[in-house]
T-cell receptor
Framework: DADVTQTPRNRITKTGKRIMLECSQTKGHDRMYWYRQDPGLGLRLIYYSFDVKDINKGEISDGYSVSRQAQAKFSLSLESAIPNQTALYFC?????????FGSGTRLTVV | GEDVEQSLFLSVREGDSSVINCTYT??????LYWYKQEPGAGLQLLTYIFSNMDMKQDQRLTVLLNKKDKHLSLRIADTQTGDSAIYFC???????????FGKGTKLSVKP
């Protein structure tokens, strides 16, 4: 099993819809992160969590929310999706010496 | 704020060496990283170097760190077509305990 699992792998949704991207990890790491990747822009931090009760905004948190349901689970929600949120989304955990990334969720908002 | 810069494209011939360069701004970074992203996949940690090291070698990969110039490079010896990917440089410079990534260098390997 992968250390970090993201679901779904691909999703197409309509403008205005609420959507949740899920992330789970098997290694018991405290720190979890959500990043967004856009072509030519690299990875930008959306939200991060140092433990279940510690949730923090990253550089581009507007239009997103998160939930740390358990140490192993960290979900990202788009409350009302808009087309410029079309991107590749990655969840990551901090291992102590680097990140382990999930395989990503490709989200298209039409 | 913190910033990581790298060129966007590099094209080499199979069998040649590839050198991907990166500059960063945060001199307090503890670790510097190279991640590889193959098409349609997530980011895979290739290697990392601790800030008190100048060089790290791992099989075909050589990482060089020049702290004075805040310059990091990744050399891939005997580049193969399977090395074609986007390579991201990253530093532990984030004020929020996060990694700061460059925009990625797309390496194309021609047969």
């Amino acid at each position: 099993d992968a250390d970090v699992t993201q679901t779904p792998r691909n999703r197409i949704t309509k403008t205005g819809k609420r959507i949740m991207l899920e992330c789970s990890q098997t290694k018991g790491h405290d720190r979890m992160y959500w990043y967004r990747q856009d072509p030519g822009l690299g990875l930008r931090l959306i939200y991060y969590s140092f433990d279940v009760k510690d949730i923090n905004k990253g550089e581009i948190s507007d239009g997103y929310s998160v939930s740390r349901q358990a140490q192993a689970k960290f979900s990202l929600s788009l409350e009302s999706a808009i087309p410029n949120q079309t991107a590749l989304y990655f969840c990551a955990t901090w291992t102590g010496s680097g990140y382990t990334f999930g395989s990503g969720t490709r989200l298209t908002v039409v | 704020g913190e910033d990581v810069e790298q060129s966007l494209f590099l094209s080499v011939r199979e069998g040649d060496s590839s050198v991907i360069n990166c500059t960063y701004t945060d001199s307090s970074s503890t670790y510097l990283y190279w991640y590889k992203q193959e098409p349609g996949a997530g980011l895979q940690l290739l290697t990392y170097i601790f800030s008190n090291m100048d060089m790290k070698q791992d099989q075909r990969l050589t990482v060089l760190l020049n702290k004075k110039d805040k310059h990091l490079s990744l050399r891939i010896a005997d580049t193969q077509t399977g090395d074609s990917a986007i390579y991201f440089c990253a530093e532990t410079g984030g004020s929020q305990g996060n990694l700061i990534f460059g925009k990625g260098t797309k390496l194309s390997v021609k047969p």
